[in-house]
């Protein structure tokens, strides 16, 4: 700041004030001052918001609540300070948190991917002899940036879990874990906190027996999901412009050459082509198929069995009462829990059989493990004792002698 210098070039103080941000009587005195002004930095003042402040960086952690709802909260605590002290802070934080939740999501080889869906409102297609709604599924992988796009009639979770594993055959495997949104196909309820949310139990089940994680985008924060988002973007300003298409598998054949092709060019942000980079994430192969129209939900009975296909098979006793997922694969029937296997037994071809692993009742208690095996009595199996008949008189005979 060299404000004599501005005063010979001619600035009034006025203009030399606005420009340094002082009074105009303040620059006059620099201006004239035969030394140079030393400027010593204060310290931070102390704001009627500090003991809060912590309180506010866990409220905004867990949403992002607006500064109203903030002073609010802050008024239960004893709070008497002014509402533009709360907004003042509550924006710089916000900002920090974004900050903060953009570099989170730049990933390492391997560890994430990200999922969305997109609705092309101006587009149908003719399936089944109808004229159906289009819809799109998009996976980016967000180390190498491949992306994979996959034209669909319907968002149920079926179709969801279908366009995941023809994601991973294209790919050649799938990452660690994968990023979505709140959409209903993968969280039935959502909380504030992912380890308090539903997830859909059938989709669990799939991430399960894969192993890849399932992460919820926090509420309210889309930017933490920018990879899939700018490509939703990028499929309708470039593949949908004057697309024609006689079938939803015609424009699925095209929409793998156009996911061929820009996966072949030099990514704008990474600077590298994304096919190259694909060598480089390590995926993990899928080794199995996810058989989606043998997938049952079956409830588990008080005497731990579950029916499946005419006969019924033990599951460990401390689910009972639970929903669980049944996968019936390469003569096995495999059972899940919430992405977690918890029994399997080979498959019966019998009718009416029963597969019974005798582990699954140990953790019953004496009143379950009585009732549990009354009800697994069959007639058949019921030994009748025979009762030996005995004259009784030679008694009655006995008792009259002792009495005279």
């Not at 190498?144 to 179709?159: A, K």
């Not at 309210?220 to 990879?227: E, P, S």
């Not at 495999?334 to 296997?341: E, I, L, R, T, W």
């Amino acid at each position: 700041m060299d404000i004599r210098n501005d005063r010979q070039k001619g600035l009034n103080y006025t203009e030399i004030g606005k420009k340094y941000h002082l009074d105009p009587r303040t620059a006059k005195r620099y201006a004239l001052s035969e030394t140079k002004p030393a400027y010593q930095l204060s310290g931070p003042k102390p704001s009627i918001l500090d003991p809060y402040k912590h309180q506010i960086d866990q409220w905004l952690e867990e949403a992002p609540y607006s500064a109203v709802k903030i002073l609010e909260k802050l008024k239960g605590q004893g709070y008497q300070g002014k509402y533009t002290v709360v907004r003042q802070y509550v924006r710089q934080k916000k900002g920090d948190l974004d900050e903060k939740a953009t570099v989170r999501f730049e990933t390492m080889p391997g560890l994430q991917g990200q999922v969305d869906w997109a609705f092309f409102e101006d587009h149908l297609v003719r399936d089944g002899g109808q004229l159906r709604k289009l819809y799109c599924f998009l996976m980016v992988l967000g180390f190498s940036r491949m992306r994979y796009i996959e034209f669909v009639t319907d968002m149920t979770t079926g179709t969801l879990i279908r366009c995941h594993q023809n994601a991973f055959r294209y790919f050649g495997g799938y990452p660690e874990e994968i990023l979505y949104d709140n959409m209903k196909q993968v969280v039935v309820k959502r909380l504030l906190k992912q380890e308090d949310s539903e997830l859909n139990q059938q989709f669990e089940d799939f991430a399960g027996f894969h192993g890849f994680k399932p992460v919820l985008c926090r509420p309210y924060r889309g930017q933490t999901k920018g990879k899939v988002e700018r490509t939703v973007q990028y499929v309708r300003k470039d593949f949908m412009v004057g697309i024609r298409y006689s079938s939803l598998d015609d424009l699925n054949g095209q929409a793998i050459s156009w996911c061929n092709k820009v996966n072949g060019k030099i990514h704008a942000t990474t600077g590298k082509i994304p096919f190259a980079q694909l060598k480089k994430e390590h995926l993990s192969p899928v080794k199995r198929e996810y058989i989606l129209d043998r997938i049952n939900l079956r409830r588990v009975q008080k005497d731990c069995l579950i029916s499946f296909a005419g006969n019924q098979y033990s599951v460990p006793a401390e689910y009972v009462g639970k929903d669980v997922a049944v996968v019936a694969l390469d003569n096995t029937l495999a059972v899940h829990y919430n992405g977690k296997q918890i029994a399997t037994h080979k498959l019966s071809y019998q009718s009416r059989d029963m597969v019974v692993n005798p582990g699954h009742y140990r953790r019953l208690t004496v009143k379950q493990q009585f009732e549990t095996e009354n009800t697994l009595l069959r007639e058949d199996n019921i030994v009748d004792f025979p009762i030996r008949h005995i004259d009784l008189s030679v008694y009655d005979a006995a008792a009259e002698v002792g009495h005279e």
